[in-house]
């Protein structure tokens, strides 16, 4: 189950039109600007084709014990990060390949992390939950033609196994991994995936029972496009849980470019140096069928792969974007950039006790040079964020 976090904010266009106009003040101290790894392929070897045999996993949840809390303690050897950033592709006729890489020599940044944090977090204790909802939803319905289809609701989109997903180049939408393989086969839908547009409100359907004498709600429809590509990291694929939930990320490349406006990636600054302190994200949650729904919240902890926090969601909001406003010192300005991809829910078991949050995958130097290349197609463009 997603964890339901507490919050009390009227849902009205008004309240939402004031929380995005509001400017953040300016940074206190500038943020390190992080040093970003290089990463080259080294060799592409064919595969067999998967089977696509599993199923969409829309409600993820995962548990960390002991051996995960301190995982992340120590960085990892050179050699073992070049195997879990290798990759897979699978292409749209069925084709699967394994890419290898080489990463930069030891003291050129290969182990480069995001700032210091205090590893994995120590809430306070609480009993295990049950319910989904805690309290007031603080989700958003974003509707109308001042927000559906304008930036940076526009970015988000759907994926056609259940999930969504954000654009991040004029080709390209980052997903989690889960939505499109479950960590030993591609899952079904993943042979013929699409990724789905919003339209514009004239091209809208109604939805609701025509008997009923309530007013029906007025939905935007949905284009579906092809994905031509989709890219696993090899730390998701087959690896331990510890290991693989900190890789649940998949980047699609889509058969034709989209004309919509899309969302920068950035490496994942601490939560200090959000505006803020906050994240957000917009999805399509599966209990708000046909809507696009937006959250944020602040940033509860944080470890070198994961970002922990209690933002509202439900199964469907899995894959989307999790952006902050991040200060950049050369436009002097506040830009909203993806910095993670919403994962799912945790159950963290610290000292016997069991803690629960909903939880993203961040950006960190490494992962964001294998996206960038990915998206870019070397590794000379990707030296900044």
Request: charged share 20%; net charge positive; with cysteine.
């Amino acid at each position: 189950m997603f964890q339901q976090a507490k919050a009390n904010f009227p849902s009205s266009s008004t309240f939402l039109l004031l929380l995005l106009s509001l400017h953040p003040s300016l940074p206190t101290g500038a943020p390190r600007h992080p040093h970003i790894p290089s990463l080259v392929p080294h060799a592409t070897l064919f595969l067999s084709s998967p089977r696509f045999s599993a199923r969409p996993q829309l409600d993820f949840t995962t548990y960390c014990n002991s051996s995960c809390y301190q995982q992340g303690e120590l960085p990892p050897s050179r050699e073992s990060l070049s195997e879990r950033l290798a990759y897979e592709t699978l292409y749209a006729d069925g084709r699967r390949t394994l890419t290898t890489v080489d990463l930069e020599e030891e003291g050129e940044g290969t182990a480069a992390q995001p700032p210091p944090t205090r590893g994995r977090p120590v809430p306070a204790p609480h009993r295990r939950r049950k319910r989904q909802i805690y309290g007031a939803d603080g989700r958003f319905n974003i509707r109308g033609n001042n927000f559906l289809l304008d930036y940076p609701f526009s970015t988000a989109v759907r994926i056609s196994t259940g999930c969504t997903g954000v654009l991040v180049s004029e080709s390209h939408v980052l997903t989690a991994a889960h939505c499109v393989h479950d960590g030993k086969d591609y899952v079904k839908g993943a042979r013929k995936l699409r990724v789905g547009f919003l339209v514009p409100p004239s091209n809208a359907t109604w939805t609701g029972r025509p008997s009923s004498s309530a007013r029906p709600v007025k939905t935007a429809a949905v284009r579906w496009v092809r994905v031509k590509r989709t890219r696993v990291p090899k730390g998701w694929i087959q690896g331990p849980q510890e290991i693989s939930m900190d890789f649940d990320y998949s980047l699609l490349e889509l058969r034709w470019p989209h004309k919509q406006p899309y969302m920068r990636l950035s490496v994942a600054p601490s939560a200090k140096d959000l505006a803020g302190k906050r994240i957000h994200f917009s999805g399509f949650d599966s209990d708000r069928p046909g809507e696009l729904v937006y959250r944020f919240c602040p940033v509860e902890d944080e470890s070198n792969d994961l970002i922990y926090q209690h933002c509202d969601a439900r199964p469907g909001a899995s894959g989307s974007g999790v952006y902050g406003r991040v200060w950049d010192p050369v436009a002097e300005r506040w830009e909203r950039k993806v910095i993670g991809v919403f994962s799912g829910h945790q159950w963290l078991e610290v000292n016997g006790e069991n803690h629960d949050f909903n939880v993203a995958v961040r950006l960190t130097p490494l992962k964001f040079a294998q996206i960038c290349y990915w998206v870019r197609g070397n590794h000379v463009d990707c030296q900044q964020d």
